[in-house]
C-alpha cells in the first residue's frame, strides 16, 4: 500500500479515537459536575451552625449604681443600649463602647423607678413601674443614608410608646404582662400579691351608628391550679394567655371575648410536678415554649383530641439545661427557641429539635438579646462585661429528621410527613419532608408502569413475532412518533380533556376493564371454532389484529351505554360519592389514573422500540430451531425469544422507568400536586421533579426551600442512577446467561 | 434422466415448485422419493435449490413471507401441504439440523428436551432417560455427561451441532433433515458428526444437504443431484459418484463447476 496513504488511514484512525475518548470523557465529567454542582448547592442545608465573639467590652461606668433592666441593639450589630431599672435608656456604640446618647422612661405618673422589663416581638418593651403602671415602648432604628457624605450608613435611633396601662386599684402586683395589638386592643393581666389574677382590657367597638366607642373591662381571672403561678405569658395578640405553676401545671385562659375571659384548661404538663420557671411563644403565637426548674426545654400546642377537646400536648422536646431555666423567648423570624439559664444561652429549633448554638462565656450571663434578624447577640455578665456575638446558624429546620421522618408541626394533631414549604403568613411554620415526594415518584412512576409495560412489551412481541413486516413497518415508526409528542401536550390533554372525561364516566371505565378482556376471550374462542371453517382457514396469520380492534371498540362502546346505568343500580348513581362514603377514599379529578394513562403514553414508545428491537434481533436460527422442532409461535417465543431478548426487554423497561422517574411536565400538570402520602390510585401525587418545577422559581436563592429543592434533586440525580446501575446489572447477568450471539 | 421413483418411500415428491416471493422460481417441478431408513444427500452448486427443497420437507419454508408453492409432498402417505396438516406434528415427524449449530442459551439437559417440553411432557424420568439416549446416539454423551446443567453455548462447535442433532432426536422423529451440517465446523468436528450420522441411520431416514461431496460419498446411501432448480440425477451414491448418468453431474462431481 501507499506509505503515505497507509500514513492518513493510521492519522484518520488516531484523530477519531481522539474525538470518541474525548466526547466519552466530556460526558462522563458533565454528569459528574452536574452532580457535584446540585450536591454543593444543597450541602449547606447540614452545615453546623457557628457562633463567634465580635465585641466585648466593659460596660461604661455607671455612677448611679442602677440595676441594667435590659440591653438590646440594632440589626447590624452597630448601636446598643441597656435600660436600667431608672428607666434611662443609654444608647452606645457595639464596636468600642462609647456612649451616645440617652433617653429617659417615665411613667404616666411621672415615676422614674421600675420594677421589671419584658422584652418582646421588635424591640417592643412593657415596663412596669413602682406605680403601677405600665407602659410600652419601642426602640426603633433605621438605617440612614447620608447623601453628602458619599451614602454612608448610619444607625438612627428613636424610642416610641405604643402604650400606656393605669395602674390597678389593687396596689402593686407581682408579674405583669401587657400586650398591645393592631387594633389598638389592650390586655394587661396581673398577678397579684395574693396570687389571683386580675386581666383589664380595653378594645375600641364600633357602634351601631359608626362612632367608635372604647369599652373597658376588669375581671378576676378563674384559676383551678393547685401550685402557685410562678410565670405568665400573653400571646402578641392579647388573646391566649398561659400560665405556670410551681406543680408543673399549665394553665391556658381565651381572652377573646371582653366580657367573659374563659379559662380553657389547667394541665399537669410534668407528672414529677417539677416547677414551671419560663414561658414564652414561639414566633406565630401556637407553640408555647416551656422551661422548668429541672433545665427541661419543650414545647406545647392545643391539640385537638376527641374525649377532652382541645387540651396542651407536649411536642418537641429541646435540648436543656443543667440548671433551671431562667427565661425563654422565641426567635423574631423562624421557629427558634432562645433558652437562658446560669449556666449560658442556647438557641435550639422546634421542628427540627436542633440544638443550634450555645453561648457560654467565662464569667455568669445575666442578661442577652437577640438581634431582630436573629443573627447577632449580645450579652451582659454579672461583672459588666458585655459582648457581642456573630451568629451563623444558615437552615435551623433541617435535620434528617424533618427531611425523612414523621414531624408534629403546628396544628397538626399528630406527627405527619408533610410538604408544604411556604404559607401566606411569615410566622409559617415551613415543611420540608421529602418522604412524600419520593412516595409520589414512586408512586406515579408505579401506577405508569403498571399500564406501560404490558401494553408496550405485548406490543413488541407481537410486532416483532407475529405482525407482518408490511405491518410492522407502519407501527413501529407510529409508535415512535408518539415518543416525539412534546410532554407538555400530553398533560394539558390529561388534565384537561382526560380527566374529566374519566370523571364523568368512572363507571363505564371500570366496566370497560372487565369487558374489554371478556370480549376478546369470548371473541378468541369464536374465532379459534370460526377457524374450521373452509373459507376461514385461508385467513392470512398476522392480521388478527384486525379482528381485534373492532371487539374492542364494542367492548368500549357497550362499556360507555351501560355504565351510567350500572352505576346508578349498584352505586346509588355516583361511584365517587360511593367510594367515599363506602371505601373511604377521596376521588380526585387528577389521580393515578389519569397518570398511568398520560405517562405510560409517554413511557410506551421507548419501552416498546427497545423491547422490539430486542426481540427482533434474536437470531433467526433460534426461531427456526424451536419451530422445527414442533413448537408453536407462542411455544417459541415465550421459550426462546422472550429469554433471549429478556436483556433488551429490561434494559428498555429500566430505560423507561427511569425516563417516569424523571418525566416532570406531565406530572405537574395532571396529578394535582398533592403531596400526599396514599397508595390509592383515586388521588394523585406530588413527585420530587415537579416539585422542583412548581416550587424552585418561588424559593428565595440561597433559602432552606432553595437548598431543600437542590437536595431533591440529588436524591432524583441517585435514584436514576441506582436504577440504571441495576439495571445494567441485572442486564449483564442476563446477557451472559442468554447472550452470546 | 434417471428415474427417481422407489418402493415405499417414506417421503415422495410429485412435481413440486417453489416460489420465492416476486415470482422467483427456486423448484422448477421435482419428483424424488426417500427411502425409509436411509441416508439421502442432496448435492449441487450453491443456489441450486437443494436447500429450498429439504425445507418444503417440513414446511420451515412457511416463514418465507410471500412464497408460494406447487405440487405435492407425501409424508408416509399424506400430502403435508394438505389445509389439514397439522404443522405442528409435522415438524416432530420431521426434525432438522440446521447449517449453523443454533443451540437455546439454556442448558444441555434443556435443549435436548426442549422438544419434550414444548409437547407438554413432565415426565421427569422420561427427560432423564431421553437425555442419554439422544446424546448417546449423537454421539456427544461421554463428553457432557457430567456437565449436563451447564450452559450450551459453552460447547464447542461441534458438540453444539451434535448436540442439535440429538435435540432433534429427542422428539424421535421419521426423518432428519440435515442442512450443510457440517459447513461451519472444523476437519475433526466433521468426521464425528458424519460418524454420528452413520450411526444414526438404522434408526431414521436422513437427508442431508451438503456442499461437499466427498461428505456425500462418505455418508450417503443415495445421492441427487440438483441443478437450477431441477434434478438432474439419483440414484445409489456408489454409482452416482463412480458412474455418472448425466454430463451435468460428472462435470460437477469431477470439479468443473460448482
Request: net charge negative.
Amino acid at each position: 500500500m501507499n506509505p503515505a496513504f497507509l500514513k492518513k488511514i493510521k492519522r484518520n484512525d488516531r484523530i477519531a479515537a481522539w474525538i470518541i475518548t474525548i466526547g466519552g470523557m466530556a460526558v462522563i465529567v458533565s454528569v459528574v459536575l452536574i452532580l457535584l454542582l446540585i450536591t454543593k448547592v444543597s450541602l449547606p442545608l447540614f452545615y453546623s451552625p457557628d457562633s463567634q465573639l465580635y465585641t466585648s467590652f466593659q460596660l461604661p461606668g455607671d455612677k448611679t449604681g442602677k440595676q441594667v433592666f435590659t440591653l438590646g441593639m440594632d440589626e447590624y450589630l452597630e448601636t446598643g443600649y441597656i435600660v436600667d431599672s431608672g428607666g434611662l435608656v443609654r444608647f452606645f456604640n457595639v464596636t468600642d463602647g462609647s456612649g451616645l446618647d440617652n433617653y429617659q422612661f417615665i411613667s404616666e405618673s411621672g415615676s422614674q423607678s421600675l420594677v421589671s422589663i419584658q422584652r418582646y416581638g421588635r424591640l417592643n418593651h412593657v415596663l412596669h413601674w413602682n406605680d403601677g403602671s405600665v407602659t410600652i415602648e419601642q426602640v426603633k432604628f433605621s438605617p440612614f443614608f447620608d447623601e453628602n457624605n458619599n451614602n454612608l450608613r448610619s444607625i438612627q435611633h428613636s424610642i416610641e410608646r405604643q402604650a400606656a396601662f393605669a395602674a390597678p386599684a389593687t396596689g402593686r402586683s407581682e408579674q405583669v404582662v401587657a400586650r398591645i395589638n393592631e387594633e389598638d386592643r389592650q390586655v394587661r393581666v396581673d398577678l397579684l400579691q395574693n396570687g389571683t389574677l386580675r386581666v383589664s382590657l380595653t378594645e375600641e367597638v364600633e357602634s351601631l351608628f359608626g362612632a367608635a366607642e372604647l369599652v373597658e373591662a376588669t375581671h378576676q381571672l378563674e384559676n383551678t391550679a393547685v401550685g402557685q403561678i410562678t410565670t405568665m405569658i400573653l400571646s402578641n395578640d392579647g388573646i391566649q394567655l398561659y400560665a405556670g405553676t410551681n406543680q408543673g401545671e399549665i394553665l391556658r385562659w381565651n381572652l377573646s371575648d371582653i366580657e367573659t375571659p374563659l379559662l380553657e384548661e389547667v394541665t399537669q404538663a410534668f407528672s414529677d410536678h417539677r416547677e414551671i420557671t419560663a414561658l414564652n411563644l414561639v414566633f406565630g403565637d401556637v407553640s408555647l415554649i416551656v422551661g422548668d426548674n429541672q433545665g427541661g426545654l419543650t414545647t406545647w400546642f392545643p391539640v385537638r383530641n376527641s374525649d377532652t377537646g382541645w387540651k396542651l400536648t407536649l411536642i418537641h422536646e429541646l435540648t436543656g439545661h443543667a440548671e433551671p431555666i431562667r427565661s425563654v423567648s422565641p426567635t423574631p423570624h423562624d421557629k427558634s427557641v432562645v433558652s437562658f439559664a446560669s449556666g449560658g444561652v442556647q438557641i435550639s429549633h422546634m421542628t427540627s429539635e436542633r440544638f443550634l448554638v450555645g453561648i457560654d462565656p467565662p464569667e455568669k450571663i445575666s442578661h442577652y438579646a437577640l438581634t431582630t434578624r436573629g443573627d447577632g447577640m449580645m450579652t451582659l455578665t454579672e461583672q459588666g462585661q458585655l459582648s457581642s456575638w456573630k451568629l451563623d446558624i444558615p437552615h435551623p429546620e433541617i435535620s434528617f429528621k424533618t427531611l425523612f421522618g414523621k414531624v408534629w408541626y403546628e396544628g397538626y394533631s399528630e406527627p405527619a410527613w408533610a410538604w408544604q414549604s411556604s404559607a401566606g403568613t411569615d410566622d409559617y411554620e415551613p415543611k420540608l419532608s421529602l418522604s412524600p415526594l419520593i412516595f409520589g415518584t414512586l408512586k406515579g412512576t408505579f401506577y405508569a408502569m403498571l399500564f406501560a409495560v404490558p401494553l408496550a412489551i405485548f406490543g413488541a412481541i407481537y410486532t416483532s413475532q407475529f405482525a407482518r413486516p408490511k405491518f410492522k413497518g407502519v407501527v413501529k415508526p407510529a409508535v415512535e412518533v408518539m415518543a416525539a409528542i412534546p410532554t407538555v401536550i400530553i398533560g394539558f390533554l390529561a388534565a384537561l380533556w382526560l380527566a374529566p372525561l374519566i370523571e364523568r364516566s368512572l363507571g363505564s371505565m371500570f366496566l370497560s376493564l372487565i369487558l374489554i378482556p371478556a370480549a376478546l376471550m369470548i371473541s378468541i374462542a369464536l374465532w379459534q371454532a370460526a377457524r374450521k371453517i373452509e373459507p376461514l382457514k385461508r385467513v392470512e396469520r398476522g392480521f388478527e389484529f384486525l379482528a381485534i380492534a373492532p371487539v374492542i371498540i364494542i367492548a368500549v362502546a357497550i362499556a360507555a351505554v351501560l355504565g351510567p346505568g350500572l352505576e346508578n343500580w349498584f352505586f346509588a348513581g355516583d361511584l365517587k360519592q360511593w367510594l367515599f362514603t363506602e371505601m373511604g377514599t377521596r376521588y380526585d379529578p387528577r389521580n393515578c389514573i389519569i397518570i398511568a394513562f398520560a405517562m405510560g403514553f409517554a413511557v410506551i414508545p421507548i419501552i416498546f422500540t427497545i423491547s422490539e428491537d430486542a426481540l427482533s434481533n434474536v437470531p433467526p436460527s433460534l426461531k427456526a430451531a424451536s419451530l422445527a422442532l414442533g413448537a408453536s409461535r407462542w411455544q417459541t417465543v415465550w421459550r426462546v425469544i422472550l429469554p433471549s431478548a429478556s436483556p433488551g426487554i429490561f434494559a428498555g423497561t429500566m430505560i423507561g422507568f427511569g425516563r417516569a422517574v424523571g418525566e416532570t411536565m406531565i406530572v405537574l400538570m395532571a396529578t394535582g400536586n398533592t403531596a400526599i402520602m396514599d397508595l390509592s390510585i383515586f388521588n394523585g401525587m406530588r413527585p420530587l421533579s415537579a416539585n422542583i418545577a412548581v416550587e424552585i422559581p418561588e424559593a428565595p436563592v440561597d433559602g432552606s426551600l432553595y437548598r431543600t429543592l437542590f437536595l431533591t434533586a440529588v436524591i432524583l440525580f441517585v435514584m436514576t442512577f441506582i436504577v440504571n446501575t441495576v439495571a445494567e446489572i441485572v442486564r449483564q447477568r442476563l446477557r451472559a446467561k442468554y447472550g452470546r450471539f | 434422466m434417471t428415474t427417481s421413483r422407489i418402493e415405499n418411500p417414506i417421503i415422495q415428491v410429485n412435481d413440486l415448485k417453489f416460489y420465492y416471493p416476486g415470482n422467483a422460481r427456486a423448484l422448477h417441478g421435482i419428483d424424488l422419493s426417500f427411502p425409509e431408513k436411509q441416508v439421502t444427500a442432496l448435492i449441487g452448486p450453491s443456489g441450486c435449490g437443494k436447500s429450498t427443497l429439504i425445507r418444503c420437507f417440513n414446511r420451515m419454508n412457511d416463514l418465507i413471507d410471500g412464497c408460494r408453492i406447487e405440487g405435492e409432498v407425501i409424508l408416509e402417505g399424506e400430502s403435508i401441504y394438505d389445509q389439514n396438516t397439522d404443522i405442528i406434528e409435522l415438524r416432530r415427524k420431521v426434525g432438522m439440523v440446521f447449517q449453523k449449530s443454533n443451540p437455546f442459551p439454556k442448558s444441555i439437559y434443556e435443549n435436548v428436551i426442549y422438544g419434550l417440553r414444548i409437547a407438554g411432557e413432565k415426565d421427569k424420568k422420561l427427560f432423564d432417560e431421553r437425555v442419554e439416549t439422544s446424546l448417546k446416539a449423537a454421539a456427544l454423551w461421554d463428553e457432557v455427561k457430567d456437565r449436563l446443567q451447564e450452559s450450551a453455548l459453552g460447547l464447542s462447535g461441534g458438540q453444539m451441532q451434535r448436540l442439535c442433532i440429538a435435540r432433534a432426536i429427542a422428539v424421535n422423529p421419521k426423518v432428519i433433515l440435515m442442512d450443510e451440517p457440517c459447513s461451519a465446523l472444523d476437519p475433526k468436528s466433521t468426521a464425528r458428526v458424519e460418524e454420528t450420522i452413520k450411526e444414526l441411520r438404522d434408526d431414521y431416514t436422513i437427508i442431508i444437504v451438503t456442499h461437499n461431496m466427498q461428505q456425500a460419498a462418505r455418508v450417503s446411501d443415495h445421492t441427487a443431484f440438483l441443478f437450477e432448480g431441477n434434478l438432474i440425477e439419483y440414484g445409489l451414491t456408489d454409482q452416482l459418484f463412480v458412474k455418472p448418468q448425466n454430463q451435468q453431474t460428472e462435470d460437477y462431481i469431477t470439479g468443473r463447476f460448482g
